[in-house]
């Protein structure tokens, strides 16, 4: 099992910045991609942002050129820093760990921390 456990959230007036982090713990070998994922109220839970552990990217549009995902392999753990914020922004953000032992695949989510952005 993985545990994953984020930090990070808050509120915070729209322009300004926060930094999430996500710990994993447990049987951690073989973790392979590491993410965000946000889910506002009423609304599906959408892809933030991505990074496998060779430090590749993937963004969803709306957060190119504000947030950043980036990777420490040596902890396990992943941080989203999200400068520019605006109020559509709001929402709970999940952390994601995917890990391979094949034939298996297992995606493993952090309990979530809340992001407010207030107008």
């Known amino acids: 099992q993985v545990q994953l456990v984020e930090s990070g959230g808050g509120l915070v007036q729209a322009g300004g910045s926060l930094r999430l982090s996500c710990a994993a713990s447990?049987?951690?070998?073989?973790?392979?991609?590491m993410g965000w994922y946000r889910q506002a109220p009423g609304q599906e839970r959408e892809l933030v942002a991505t990074?496998?552990?060779?430090?590749?990217?993937n963004y969803a549009d709306s957060v190119k050129g504000r947030f950043t995902i980036s990777r420490d392999n040596a902890k396990v753990t992943v941080y989203l820093q999200m400068n520019s914020l605006r109020p559509e922004d709001t929402a709970v953000y999940y952390c994601?760990?995917?890990?391979?032992?094949?034939?298996?695949?297992?995606?493993?989510w952090g309990k979530g921390a809340q992001v407010t952005v207030s107008s």
């Open positions: 447990g049987t951690i070998r073989s973790i392979t991609r």
């Open positions: 990074i496998t552990s060779g430090g590749s990217t």
């Open positions: 994601n760990a995917e890990k391979v032992v094949l034939p298996t695949f297992t995606q493993y």
